[in-house]
């Protein structure tokens, strides 16, 4: 069945710079890749997706990279904040079953 | 608003008491989905229902059942509790298959003692 790696799983950045965080997936058939954010003591809630046919989908300063080739996407953070501070969480599914598969999570950190 | 809500926000059992967690969702949305949250491993799939009476295995389906008899309430049912079930387990609901996007409940921090 599909397997999903994410890495690292935490990161510390300055307020300013960027983050980035990376899955891989192991089921060429998978075409839907959502990230969900989930702050301390709450639940998780969607901020960006990308479906396989797009290489890159962007949204204010987060953005979201496919290679289908190599199989991974990416999470890009830019100007990062301290409200960006949670776990964020990668996941990958496909038309036929529609199941989410999770990745493992990253702590990210930004300091003032 | 997609509103889920969850029975309990936190729960203590001991070992082999039946335990139920209840998940409830107001916007007649069909899929209705149980993750377990465990530190280092994610969100595992326990169980997840299509519509009302359907059930379908997760990942991790060993030692829970499952329970839809109404569209907007999905039932988590531990038979027996074990240790190894203490966890936070998150309920989420989405409109339909093909939808993609799942709203979650606020979680049950579930200890088994």
């Known amino acids: 069945g599909e397997n999903v790696e994410q890495h690292p799983s935490t990161l510390s950045v300055q307020e300013g710079d960027s983050a980035v965080i990376k899955c891989t997936y192991s089921d060429s058939a998978s075409n839907y890749f959502p990230w969900y954010k989930q702050e301390l003591g709450k639940r998780p809630q969607l901020i960006i997706d990308i479906r396989s046919n797009v290489g890159e989908k962007k949204d204010q300063r987060i953005a979201v990279t496919l290679n289908k080739t190599a199989k991974h996407f990416s999470l890009h953070i830019t100007e990062t904040q301290p409200e960006d501070s949670a776990v964020y969480f990668c996941?990958?599914?496909?038309?036929?079953?529609?199941?989410?598969?999770f990745g493992t999570g990253t702590r990210l950190q930004v300091f003032p | 608003d997609v509103k889920v809500t969850q029975s309990s926000r936190y729960l203590v059992k001991r070992t082999g008491e039946k335990v139920f967690l209840e998940c409830v969702q107001d916007m007649d949305h069909e899929n209705m989905f149980w993750y377990r949250q465990d530190p280092g491993l994610g969100l595992r799939l326990i169980y997840f229902?299509?519509?009302?009476?359907?059930?379908e295995k997760g990942d991790i389906p060993e030692g829970y059942s499952v329970s839809r008899e109404k569209k907007e309430r999905f039932s988590l049912i531990l038979e027996s509790a074990s240790t190894n079930q203490t966890s936070m387990y998150l309920c989420a609901s989405r409109v339909r298959q093909g939808a993609h996007e799942q709203f979650f409940g606020p979680g049950t921090r579930l200890t088994v003692l």
């Open positions: 229902s299509y519509d009302v009476k359907m059930k």
């Open positions: 996941a990958a599914s496909k038309g036929n079953t529609d199941k989410l598969i």
